[in-house]
């Protein structure tokens, strides 16, 4: 992959429009933060609007930077959102997301749109940067602006494997469907994402989403990063011949993130072979059902539970560890695989989605959502045979730690290509020398 040569590049002055911009919230938030951060060290002129929300906490980020402050500018909820918001409360959590969320973030979106309008004349800006939210049908508010616009990347419009479509309610299945057929309509109505200047998009799945019209310049870059400064690679050691193999996963206790399958799986591991250990951290609403279910199994000496924790708490658990299991059944993304990959871990996960774009042969094994019961001695099957063979074990954990290197996958490549996209959307001018940060 060829790195970036920053002087041949403009000088710019980019405005950010992001709901949320945190390294404490993660998910989307943290991706808007790194891309602040990385933006700023490269020299380039960012201002940044998001929500009130996160004020204090990028006050004592930027604690040492008070300048760097006065450019992020913030917009407070309305009553009437905090009303919306109640109301949404009282519905099924899909629901609440699809529904109302939307309502109160595009609230938010037209007051970022009325701001952005006047910082963009106040402070010469050249282009405007919209990383969040990922969803390729989502709303955009950032359309005739007088200046450019990008958008992405984005990721999402996926659904969950034909075998696993009942996890959905029917309420919820009509409810996506009708959001989906009105998303076009609004987009018509809201044409930030048929009028941006170019659209950066994770996957085919998510180019397919984008709302019927869409005309600007098309990218395809990951929407997830790694910070290859702080997932550090773990020491390979000489496998013992009875070491207690440790499988490892990492995120939400949601339906959709398949952990229940993974304990039925891990139940025929424990069978085949005992010296075997499931570490699970995360929390969610089928925490206590996933605890009660291995209690069943006869198998809670093999599980730990560890809940949510901090990232460097998730590092060195990481590190114990000698493999990664995400079975999720609708992941757009895949953060965690990633981490998990730069640390040198081989994965098992879900051929469907954004893992399927992120694991390879080489690093990990894909398992086929065919069916539930299938999908279950797929992942008891990838399990076994990593357990088995430490040699295999150790050849997909250098090709974990190389394939997160290329393709855009860490932090610091990703930012470079944005400013690539950047630079080739806004209209030639002089150009600029801009300080390389490595």
């Given at each position: 992959?060829?790195?970036?040569?920053?002087?041949?590049?403009?000088?710019?002055?980019?405005?950010?429009?992001?709901?949320?911009?945190?390294?404490?919230?993660?998910?989307?938030?943290?991706?808007?933060?790194?891309?602040?951060?990385?933006?700023?060290?490269?020299?380039?002129?960012?201002?940044?609007?998001?929500?009130?929300?996160?004020?204090?906490?990028?006050?004592?980020?930027?604690?040492?930077?008070?300048?760097?402050?006065?450019?992020?500018?913030?917009?407070?909820?309305?009553?009437?959102?905090?009303?919306?918001?109640?109301?949404?409360?009282?519905?099924?959590?899909?629901?609440?997301?699809?529904?109302?969320?939307?309502?109160?973030?595009?609230?938010?979106?037209?007051?970022?749109?009325?701001?952005?309008?006047?910082?963009?004349?106040?402070?010469?800006?050249?282009?405007?940067?919209?990383?969040?939210?990922?969803?390729?049908?989502?709303?955009?508010?950032?359309?005739?602006?007088?200046?450019?616009?990008?958008?992405?990347?984005?990721?999402?419009?996926?659904?969950?494997?034909?075998?696993?479509?009942?996890?959905?309610?029917?309420?919820?299945?009509?409810?996506?469907?009708?959001?989906?057929?009105?998303?076009?309509?609004?987009?018509?109505?809201?044409?930030?994402?048929?009028?941006?200047?170019?659209?950066?998009?994770?996957?085919?799945?998510?180019?397919?989403?984008?709302?019927?019209?869409?005309?600007?310049?098309?990218?395809?870059?990951?929407?997830?990063?790694?910070?290859?400064?702080?997932?550090?690679?773990?020491?390979?050691?000489?496998?013992?011949?009875?070491?207690?193999?440790?499988?490892?996963?990492?995120?939400?206790?949601?339906?959709?993130?398949?952990?229940?399958?993974?304990?039925?799986?891990?139940?025929?591991?424990?069978?085949?072979?005992?010296?075997?250990?499931?570490?699970?951290?995360?929390?969610?609403?089928?925490?206590?059902?996933?605890?009660?279910?291995?209690?069943?199994?006869?198998?809670?000496?093999?599980?730990?539970?560890?809940?949510?924790?901090?990232?460097?708490?998730?590092?060195?658990?990481?590190h114990k560890c000698d493999v990664f299991v995400m079975p999720s059944l609708r992941e757009?993304?895949?953060?965690?695989?990633?981490?998990?990959?730069?640390?040198?871990?081989?994965?098992?996960?879900?051929?469907?989605?954004?893992?399927?774009?992120?694991?390879?042969?080489?690093?990990?094994?894909?398992?086929?959502?065919?069916?539930?019961?299938?999908?279950?001695?797929?992942?008891?099957?990838?399990?076994?045979?990593?357990?088995?063979?430490?040699?295999?074990?150790?050849?997909?954990?250098?090709?974990?730690?190389?394939?997160?290197?290329?393709?855009?996958?860490?932090?610091?490549?990703?930012?470079?290509?944005?400013?690539?996209?950047?630079?080739?959307?806004?209209?030639?001018?002089?150009?600029v020398p801009v300080l390389n940060s490595r």
């Open positions: 992959m060829t790195k970036t040569n920053h002087q041949d590049l403009p000088f710019m002055r980019i405005l950010m429009v992001v709901e949320n911009i945190s390294r404490k919230m993660g998910g989307e938030s943290g991706k808007s933060f790194y891309y602040l951060q990385l933006l700023r060290e490269r020299n380039i002129e960012v201002r940044a609007i998001c929500h009130g929300r996160v004020r204090e906490e990028l006050r004592q980020e930027f604690a040492q930077d008070p300048e760097q402050f006065q450019k992020i500018h913030f917009i407070d909820d309305t009553w009437y959102q905090a009303m919306i918001w109640w109301i949404g409360k009282k519905f099924p959590y899909r629901i609440q997301d699809l529904i109302f969320n939307q309502i109160i973030h595009w609230v938010t979106q037209y007051q970022g749109r009325k701001l952005a309008k006047k910082l963009i004349q106040e402070h010469q800006i050249d282009l405007i940067f919209e990383p969040a939210p990922i969803t390729p049908k989502g709303l955009s508010f950032m359309y005739d602006m007088g200046v450019p616009v990008v958008i992405g990347p984005l990721s999402g419009g996926l659904d969950f494997p034909p075998a696993f479509q009942y996890m959905d309610s029917k309420i919820s299945r009509l409810s996506i469907k009708v959001s989906r057929y009105f998303s076009n309509i609004l987009n018509q109505l809201v044409p930030g994402k048929l009028k941006a200047d170019a659209l950066i998009v994770a996957n085919p799945q998510t180019q397919a989403a984008l709302p019927q019209g869409s005309q600007g310049k098309l990218y395809e870059v990951i929407e997830c990063g790694v910070d290859l400064d702080f997932w550090l690679p773990k020491k390979l050691h000489q496998s013992q011949p009875d070491q207690i193999i440790r499988f490892i996963y990492v995120g939400r206790f949601v339906d959709w993130k398949g952990v229940e399958f993974l304990i039925e799986a891990f139940h025929s591991v424990v069978s085949f072979n005992p010296n075997v250990v499931l570490e699970l951290v995360g929390d969610g609403r089928l925490q206590k059902q996933i605890k009660n279910r291995v209690k069943e199994l006869g198998i809670q000496s093999h599980v730990q539970f560890h809940g949510w924790q901090p990232r460097a708490k998730v590092v060195q658990l990481l757009a993304g895949g953060n965690a695989i990633m981490e998990a990959m730069a640390i040198g871990l081989p994965t098992i996960t879900t051929n469907w989605g954004g893992p399927a774009s992120i694991v390879d042969s080489r690093c990990g094994i894909l398992v086929d959502p065919t069916s539930p019961e299938e999908f279950t001695e797929g992942l008891s099957k990838a399990m076994i045979r990593l357990t088995e063979s430490s040699q295999l074990r150790d050849q997909m954990a250098e090709a974990a730690k190389q394939r997160v290197r290329e393709d855009y996958f860490d932090w610091q490549s990703k930012c470079d290509r944005m400013i690539e996209i950047f630079a080739e959307t806004l209209p030639q001018t002089e150009k």
